[in-house]
T-cell receptor, first 112, second 115 residues
């Protein structure tokens, strides 16, 4: 079955880089996503990567995908206090229609 | 675009009452998802629809929960009767199936408190 795992907490200093990790089990994943949830809000799509890519960069965000190890990471450069939030990774497998499998979320705390 | 719209944003009700949560997906999207989020259980998929047809309702907790999608622009999630353990934030999300990247767009959620 499908499963997506993330560590629950990460704490960094403002200005440092943050790396949030995610592992998944389904090798037929086609797309993988990163979402951000701020307190009291819904999940906001940050970025996604297609499974035939190994890296995608978007401003301060870098997504790395190691398909062999089924490992996904999100790097946030120059982390700011406004980046404090819960970050979810999610996968779409090939046989699930539009359904996404979400991890349990990583709470990022950025200290000044 | 206004994004996914949910109403009400907050609902406080007493145990045993019927609760109806509403969702308007993004115009043109053909898939709609209902999620529940709690501290204990995280984000859970309750049910999803493709082209207004329920595809997978295996996440619906029990018969007290029901969901409908009478047309492409409206869906409801009903809890009858409500119980305190139903207290959670309920999210609706929509996506475009067949659109290529399948990303889901979430509404702001309805915070439900059952006393």
């Amino acid at each position: 079955g499908e499963d997506v795992e993330q560590s629950l907490f990460l704490s960094v200093r403002e200005g440092d880089s943050s790396v949030i990790n995610c592992t998944y089990t389904d090798s037929s994943s086609t797309y993988l996503y990163w979402y951000k949830q701020e307190p009291g809000a819904g999940l906001q799509l940050l970025t996604y990567i297609f499974s035939n890519m190994d890296m995608k960069q978007d401003q301060r965000l870098t997504v790395l995908l190691n398909k062999k190890d089924k490992h996904l990471s999100l790097r946030i450069a120059d982390t700011q206090t406004g980046d404090s939030a819960i970050y979810f990774c999610a996968e779409r497998t090939g046989n699930q229609g539009g359904k996404l499998i979400f991890g349990q979320g990583t709470e990022l705390s950025v200290k000044p | 675009d206004a994004g996914v719209i949910q109403s009400p944003r907050h609902e406080v009700t007493e145990m045993g009452q019927e609760v109806t949560l509403r969702c308007k997906p993004i115009s043109g999207h053909n898939s709609l998802f209902w999620y529940r989020q709690t501290m204990m259980r995280g984000l859970e998929l309750l049910i999803y629809f493709n082209n207004n047809v329920p595809i997978d309702d295996s996440g619906m907790p029990e018969d007290r929960f029901s969901a409908k999608m009478p047309n492409a622009s409206f869906s409801t999630l009903k809890i009858q009767p409500s119980e305190p353990r139903d207290s959670a934030v309920y999210f609706c999300a929509s996506s475009l199936l067949g659109g290529g990247t399948y990303e889901q767009y979430f509404g702001p959620g309805t915070r439900l408190t059952v006393t």
